[in-house]
């Protein structure tokens, strides 16, 4: 596989930063605050092809809260020596909510990285298998009977 150039990375990784299927830039990977789509509705990719695929986004998520923890406590420290107790309280809080709002991003963004490393690509059987079984599931009509 050849290798893609730097503009191009980068252009997947701006889409998976702004919740956009790396493929093709239309789709949402989610929908709702923390619900992930499985499939693009648009190109049809599939996000995740296994479970714990996921796990690359919480080392995102984590790694940039905890950066942005340190980093903040030891700026604020050398700023304004505010009093140990209140660095504490406030940074412990930052977190948290980091945490909790950046989650879809960061996850989002572990999808534009598994898709420039081969991992995301449309799954035809899977959308075969998918379509199948909506088809062949009765009707409540049927479940009457």
């Known amino acids: 596989m050849a290798a893609k150039s730097l503009g191009y990375s980068l252009h997947k990784l701006l889409l998976g930063l702004f919740l956009r299927c790396p ?6 990977i989610f929908h709702g605050l923390f619900k992930m789509e499985r499939t693009c509705p648009f190109c049809g990719v599939r996000y995740e092809r296994r479970s714990g695929e996921s796990v690359g986004g919480m080392y995102i998520n984590l790694g ?45 963004l572990w999808v534009a990285i598994s898709y420039l490393t081969g991992g995301v690509q449309t799954d035809v059987a899977y959308q075969k298998n998918t379509t199948d079984n909506r088809t062949d599931e009765p009707s409540r009509k049927d479940l009457r009977r």
């Open 23 to 28: 493929n093709c830039g239309k789709g949402h």
């Open 64 to 108: 940039a809260a905890e950066l942005l923890s340190i980093g903040g406590f030891f700026i604020t420290q050398a700023l304004f020596n505010p009093p140990l107790v209140l660095q504490t309280v406030f940074w412990g809080v930052f977190n948290i909510v980091f945490v909790l709002l950046f989650y879809r991003h960061a996850r989002s």
